[in-house]
């Protein structure tokens, strides 16, 4: 039994916590919303993975970007928010065997952009 998941809530804002070994898209409300949102990302490593850090580099890049040619927008609410244009990080919380056990049996998981922290 890990207990990495009270820290985390202890930490952050906006923790949604889903239990289980294997996860569909009728799981829960929170996972649902995650793989509607297009900026979702689940944190596990592989060869399809970007580290952590060029995404949010290459993501600062596309908003300065946006701004360049949009100076006058106001900045959205949801885009601090945690709102439907707002980034998500999905986290599985076990041992490396059930995390890997947790993607073989939860296809839907495999839609997600995957991110890694960088060596």
């Known amino acids: 039994r890990t207990s990495t998941v009270p820290l985390i809530r202890l930490c952050m804002n906006g923790v949604e916590i889903c239990k289980g070994t294997q996860f569909s898209e009728q799981s829960s409300k929170a996972l649902r919303s995650a793989l509607e949102n297009p900026r979702a990302l689940l944190l596990y490593p592989g060869e399809?993975?970007?580290?952590?850090?060029?995404?949010?580099?290459?993501?600062?890049?596309?908003?300065q970007e946006e701004e360049a040619e949009h100076p006058k927008r106001l900045p959205?609410?949801?885009d601090h928010d945690g709102g439907s244009s707002g980034h998500l990080l999905v986290v599985l919380d076990g041992t490396?065997?059930?995390?890997?056990g947790i993607i073989r049996k939860s296809p839907c998981l495999k839609r997600l952009r995957r991110v890694m922290f960088d060596d």
């Open 48 to 63: 399809d993975a970007i580290p952590l850090e060029q995404y949010i580099r290459e993501e600062s890049e596309l908003v």
């Open 76 to 78: 959205n609410k949801s």
């Open 96 to 100: 490396w065997q059930q995390a890997h």
